[in-house]
């Protein structure tokens, strides 16, 4: 009963490879989130989805796609990936009133080789 | 331009004493305060949240405290335990668009020795 779940935990690919990363949530929460967090630790809003709809876009290469096919679900793609891509990847969810916690996935670690 | 401030440096303490963790920014207006709990690997998890209208909250051994005017939050743990090591997130929330949009500082890491 895992509440943010995200896939895979782990990729390492080839530069200018075009790859996935998947995340769920079983909380029923309306709000969804991708974050990036970098060699040093620092963890930065990449995008955020409101009922399916996107209304946080952050200063992202548009290499990087997010798609919600329903409101449990936000999954990433990014095209073309460079070495500066690598990093941990974390999906978080929430209420949509603002103020209430987060919760995180577990985090992927993508190795941009 | 804005900027959150958390302690760099690990912070080293004894099991038992009192563990005190500071975020400072500036160009912020936050509505709302959190902090988050990192272990390695692992995603971050929520800790306590308080609001611009609130001085203190706590939960058990948790207490955070919040000065608009000095524009701080204080994170102590009181009676620490080797456990509780691990590196802790503070997270403003600015409320700009009715939706949450945490900005995090870059974490300070507690190591607590038996």
């Known amino acids: 009963d895992t509440a943010v779940s995200q896939t895979p935990k782990y990729l390492v690919t080839q530069m200018g490879n075009d790859k996935s990363i998947k995340c769920e949530q079983n909380?029923?929460?309306?709000?969804m989130y991708w974050y990036k967090q970098d060699s040093k630790k620092f963890l930065k809003i990449m995008f955020s989805?409101?009922?399916?709809?996107?209304?946080i876009n952050e200063t992202v290469p548009n290499r990087f796609s997010p798609k919600s096919p329903d409101k449990a679900h936000l999954n990433l793609h990014i095209n073309s990936l460079e070495l500066g891509d690598s990093a941990v990847y974390f999906c978080?969810?929430?209420?949509?009133?603002?103020?209430?916690?987060?919760?995180f996935g577990p985090g992927t670690r993508l190795t941009v080789l | 331009s804005q900027k959150i401030e958390q302690n760099s440096e690990a912070l080293n303490i004894q099991e038992g004493k009192t563990a005190t963790l500071t975020c400072n920014y500036t160009?912020?207006?936050?509505?709302?305060l959190q902090w988050y709990r990192q272990d390695p690997g692992r995603g971050p998890v929520f800790l306590l949240l308080?609001?611009?209208?609130?001085k203190e909250k706590r939960k058990e051994r948790l207490k955070v405290t919040f000065d608009t005017t000095l524009k701080q939050s204080l994170f102590h743990i009181t009676a620490s335990q080797p456990a509780d090591s691990a590196t802790y997130l503070c997270?403003?929330?600015?409320?700009?668009?009715?939706?949450?949009?945490?900005?995090f500082g870059k974490g300070t890491m507690l190591l607590v020795s038996p």
């Open positions: 308080i609001r611009e209208n609130e």
């Open positions: 978080a969810s929430s209420q949509a009133r603002a103020g209430n916690e987060q919760f």
């Open positions: 909380l029923g929460h309306d709000t």
């Open positions: 160009n912020y207006s936050p509505a709302y």
């Open positions: 989805y409101n009922n399916k709809e996107l209304i």
């Open positions: 997270a403003l929330d600015p409320l700009n668009s009715g939706y949450s949009t945490l900005t």
